[in-house]
C-alpha cells in the first residue's frame, strides 16, 4: 500500500553553502521523516533550512552527507525518477505574464510530458478546483497577487504528483485567497491521495497541518501534530486589559520587558502575553496601571515558537530606535488628507473616488485583497505616482502641486526589498542618505546611527541581496529613516518574515510612533491590522469599510455568540458581504 511507506525520509543529512565567502551549515545531522497521505507543515524562522531541505527533496540538491529518501526512491541514486513523481512549487514560481492563464497551463503540460488525451479533463478539473476557469483567456501578468500563487499551483499540478512540495505558498497574499489555496490543498490530499510537504511564515498556518515539523538553525527541534507544540504553553497564555487604547504601545513595551515575560503581542484593545512559568503572573501588574485585568487564554501554536526561539541566537534583544528628535504631535490633526482620490491606467480605474484622513501620531492600516488598488494608493500619497483626479495633502503639501516637498518629509518601504542588491549595506546606506539630502557630519553622524541601531555593522561590506531577509528588512527600515521622517509609509513591510523578525520590526515601528512618527501600512498578515489605531479595508478601489479594529470586528460579531471574532474573519465576511451585494446588482467580474 502506497500511504505504508513514509513519502520523505531524512537520515543523518546535512548541507552547507558559502555565500559572501562565509560558511553557511543549512542543515546540520537532520534526522525526520514525512508521512504519506497528509500535509505536513514546515515550520522555522528565516534561516532555519527550510528551503534546503525542500530543494534537497526535489533532487535540486545534493547532501553532503546522509540520505535523502522520496518515495521509496533514493534522490542522489535517481534524480530524474524522484522528480517525476513530485510537484515543487518554490517561493518564486516561474508564470510567464506575457501569456494567458491557458497558454501557462499548456507549456508546463508540456513541460512534464502530459498526453493530449488526459490534458482536457486535468485542466478542467484543476480549474474548477481552483476557481480560474472564468480567467482562462486573461494574460497571467493582469491577474491578483493571489490569483498569480493559484495558477502556479495548478501549473505544478498539470501532471498529478504522488507528492508535493510547496515553499511559502501564500506569502503576500490576502487572506481570501490563502483560505482559497488550502482549500486546495486539502482537497487534493482527500481527493488524489497526495502527500504534502509546506513550508510557511504564517504560523496561524501551522494550525491547519496534521503534523508540523519546527526546525531552526539547520536542526530539527521537534515534529507532531501541532496540539502537542500548544500543549507545552498551558498555563503561560495570558490577555490584558481595561487600560486606555491611546497607552497600549507605552504599556505594551514595559510589559516587554518584565523578567517574567516572553512575549507581549498588541491585539485591538488588549494585550497577549507568554509567561516564562506555568505560574499565576504577578498581580498587581504595575503600579501605573491599577485597573488593569489580567486572564487566562488557551495557548496556540505560535506561543510554542515563541518560547522556542526567543533569545536564542541570531534573535537577541534589538536597540530601540531613538531620533534626534521627538514630533510634537496634535491629537486629532488630520497629517494626510485623501478627497474622491483616483488613479486611471488607460480605462481601468485602479483607484476609484477613495476619502480618507490619517490623523498625526497614529498607525493607520490600508488593507484589502490582492488588487484592490492599496499599493497604488500608497504610491499616489508617497508621490510616486501622478494623481489622475481629487485632492491628497501631505504633511500639509498638495501632492498635485508641490510632490517634491511632500517627499521630503516621508519614507518609503516598499513592498518587495528595494535597495540595491550588489552593492553593500554601507553603500546602499551612502546612496540613501544622499538622496534625502544629507550632508556633511549629519550625513556621517546618520550611516553610524544606522549601524548601531538596526546592528548592521557585521554586514556593513556584505552586498544587499546576499543578506538574511530579517537583515535585508532592517537595511529598508534603515533607508527609510536616514532623513527621520515625520510620516513612515510601510507596504507590506512583513511579507513572509517569521514572528521573531516581525516582532522586532513593530517594536521599532511602536518605538518611532511612541516618538511622534505616523504610520501608514498596508499588510496581508491580519494579526498586524490589530496594531493599527483605525483602518481602511478597500475593495475593487473603493473603501469598503472604515473604523478601528474593534469596531470592524464588532461590525460581524452578529450571528457568532461568544465565538471571538478575529480581524481575519471580518475582513473575509467584509469582503464576503461586498460579493454578495455585487452578485444582486449583477457585477461582472
Not at 505560574?279 to 518560547?307: G, Y
Not at 500639509?396 to 518629509?409: E, I, N
Not at 469596531?551 to 455568540?561: H, P, T, V
Amino acid at each position: 500500500m502506497k500511504d505504508s511507506l513514509p513519502a520523505i525520509v531524512l537520515k543523518d543529512v546535512s548541507r552547507s553553502f558559502i555565500s559572501d565567502k562565509r560558511p553557511i551549515q543549512a542543515l546540520n545531522h537532520i534526522d525526520v521523516e514525512v508521512r504519506s497521505g497528509i500535509v505536513t507543515g514546515l515550520i522555522g524562522p528565516d534561516g532555519a533550512g527550510k528551503t534546503t531541505l525542500m530543494r534537497l527533496c526535489a533532487a535540486l540538491l545534493s547532501p553532503d552527507s546522509g540520505r535523502v529518501t522520496v518515495l521509496g526512491t533514493d534522490v542522489q541514486a535517481s534524480p530524474l525518477e524522484v522528480q517525476s513523481k513530485i510537484g515543487y512549487m518554490p517561493q518564486r514560481f516561474g508564470l510567464y505574464e506575457d501569456l494567458t492563464v491557458m497558454e501557462n497551463m499548456v507549456l508546463y503540460a508540456d513541460l512534464q510530458g502530459v498526453s493530449q488525451q488526459e490534458r482536457a479533463e486535468r485542466f478542467s478539473t484543476l480549474l474548477d478546483m481552483a476557481g480560474m476557469a472564468p480567467f482562462v483567456n486573461r494574460l497571467a501578468g493582469r491577474l491578483s497577487g493571489g490569483m498569480k500563487q493559484k495558477l502556479g499551483l495548478i501549473c505544478t499540478l498539470v501532471r498529478a504528483p504522488d507528492l508535493l512540495l510547496l515553499d511559502e505558498p501564500t506569502v503576500g497574499v490576502d487572506p481570501v485567497s490563502r483560505r482559497e489555496l488550502w482549500a486546495i490543498v486539502y482537497r487534493l490530499v482527500e481527493q488524489e491521495g497526495m502527500s504534502v510537504l509546506l513550508s510557511t511564515a504564517y504560523l496561524d498556518e501551522a494550525e491547519r497541518c496534521t503534523e508540523v515539523i519546527l526546525m531552526h538553525n539547520g536542526e530539527v527541534l521537534g515534529k507532531g501534530p501541532p496540539a502537542m507544540f500548544s500543549n507545552e504553553m498551558k498555563g503561560r497564555a495570558w490577555t490584558v486589559s481595561g487600560f486606555d487604547p491611546e497607552s497600549r504601545r507605552e504599556l505594551q513595551a514595559k510589559l516587554s520587558d518584565l523578567p517574567w515575560v516572553i512575549d507581549a503581542l498588541i491585539l485591538g484593545e488588549r494585550i497577549r502575553l507568554i509567561s516564562k512559568q506555568d505560574t499565576s503572573p504577578p498581580s498587581p501588574l504595575m503600579d501605573e496601571w491599577p485597573d488593569l485585568h489580567i486572564e487566562p487564554v488557551p495557548p496556540r501554536f505560535e506561543d510554542c515558537f515563541i518560547a522556542r526561539l526567543k533569545g536564542s541566537d541570531g534573535h537577541t534583544s534589538v536597540t530601540d530606535i531613538r531620533l534626534s528628535h521627538t514630533i510634537e504631535v496634535s491629537r486629532g490633526k488630520a497629517i494626510i488628507t485623501v478627497k474622491n482620490l483616483r488613479r486611471r491606467f488607460g480605462s481601468f480605474c485602479a483607484v476609484d473616488g477613495i476619502s480618507f484622513s490619517v490623523m498625526q501620531g497614529e498607525v493607520f492600516g490600508l488593507l484589502g485583497a490582492n488588487g484592490a488598488g492599496k499599493t497604488t494608493t500608497f504610491r499616489m500619497l508617497c508621490g510616486l505616482l501622478p494623481i489622475s483626479d481629487g485632492e491628497c495633502l501631505v504633511a500639509g503639501q498638495d501632492l498635485r502641486t508641490a510632490r517634491a516637498s511632500a517627499r521630503a518629509k516621508i519614507g518609503y518601504m516598499a513592498q518587495k526589498f528595494s535597495l540595491y542588491g550588489e552593492i553593500s549595506v554601507l553603500q546602499n546606506l551612502k546612496f540613501f542618505s544622499t538622496v534625502y539630502g544629507l550632508k556633511g557630519r549629519h550625513r556621517q553622524d546618520q550611516i553610524k546611527w544606522a549601524l548601531d541601531t538596526f546592528e548592521l555593522h557585521s554586514y556593513a561590506n556584505t552586498a544587499a541581496r546576499m543578506l538574511p531577509l530579517g537583515f535585508k528588512q532592517r537595511l529598508a527600515l534603515a533607508a527609510a529613516l536616514m532623513h527621520e521622517p515625520d510620516i513612515l509609509f510601510l507596504d507590506e513591510p512583513t511579507s513572509g518574515v517569521d514572528p521573531l523578525a516581525r516582532r522586532e520590526f513593530w517594536r521599532h515601528i511602536n518605538n518611532l510612533v511612541r516618538q511622534g512618527v505616523t504610520v501608514l501600512v498596508t499588510t496581508h498578515f491580519m494579526e498586524e491590522a490589530e496594531y493599527c489605531d483605525r483602518l481602511v479595508i478597500m475593495a475593487r478601489g473603493k473603501v469598503l469599510a472604515e473604523g478601528t479594529p474593534e469596531e470592524l470586528k464588532a461590525s460581524c460579531q452578529a450571528g457568532r455568540d461568544e465565538q471571538e471574532v478575529t480581524m481575519e474573519d471580518a475582513f473575509i465576511y467584509l469582503l464576503e458581504q461586498q460579493q454578495e451585494t455585487e452578485k444582486k446588482d449583477g457585477f461582472a467580474a
